[in-house]
């Protein structure tokens, strides 16, 4: 198991935006992977973007945890989407209480779409697509973020309810 570093706020990687990965099926790309998922585990996250871990590449690894859903059938395990493509699908949006492992301990409220359609190759090189409602549309569409440089402070409106975590709950 290798735990890769995770960028904070503020490095530059996390404002770029992330190539194209050219060979999904590559071993650095495999075992970039496999590292990606130890790391999000690790760091009990719901996803983690290669950028996040010093890599600009268009490819994150998520989940959706049986707590974060009302319906335990919604739960996901770990997987992996590259080179994602994202399109929000009816006009209907959602507030989201965002975390970042990027931005350890803070917290906010941000509008993302209540259902997404999602496609992109998984970790054999297969076409993988679906639609994603709730926290797996949120948790898409935050990852998907990273891949083009945005952290999810940017595209909050309300601030009144942007904090540190022990604070927000009190």
Request: charged share 25%; net charge negative; hydrophobic share 40%.
């Amino acid at each position: 198991m290798a735990l890769l570093k995770i960028a904070r706020m503020g490095h530059p990687v996390l404002h770029q935006i992330a190539e194209p990965v050219s060979d999904p099926t590559s071993p650095e790309i495999r075992h970039l992977i496999k590292d990606m998922l130890d790391t999000m585990v690790d760091a009990n996250g719901a996803g983690l973007a290669a950028p996040q871990v010093h890599h600009p590449l268009r490819l994150f690894v998520y989940r959706v945890p049986a707590n974060r859903v009302s319906d335990p059938e919604q739960a996901l395990l770990p997987r992996v989407l590259i080179n994602p493509e994202i399109t929000p699908l009816g006009e209907e949006m959602m507030v989201c209480g965002e975390g970042c492992l990027s931005i350890p301990g803070l917290r906010g409220d941000v509008l993302r779409h209540a259902k997404v359609h999602y496609r992109g190759l998984d970790e054999n090189g297969e076409e993988v697509e679906g639609e994603a409602v709730g926290f797996h549309a949120n948790v898409l569409q935050h990852e998907n973020d990273h891949l083009d440089g945005i952290l999810y402070p940017q595209r909050i409106e309300d601030f009144s309810r942007f904090g540190y975590v022990e604070e927000i709950v009190r």
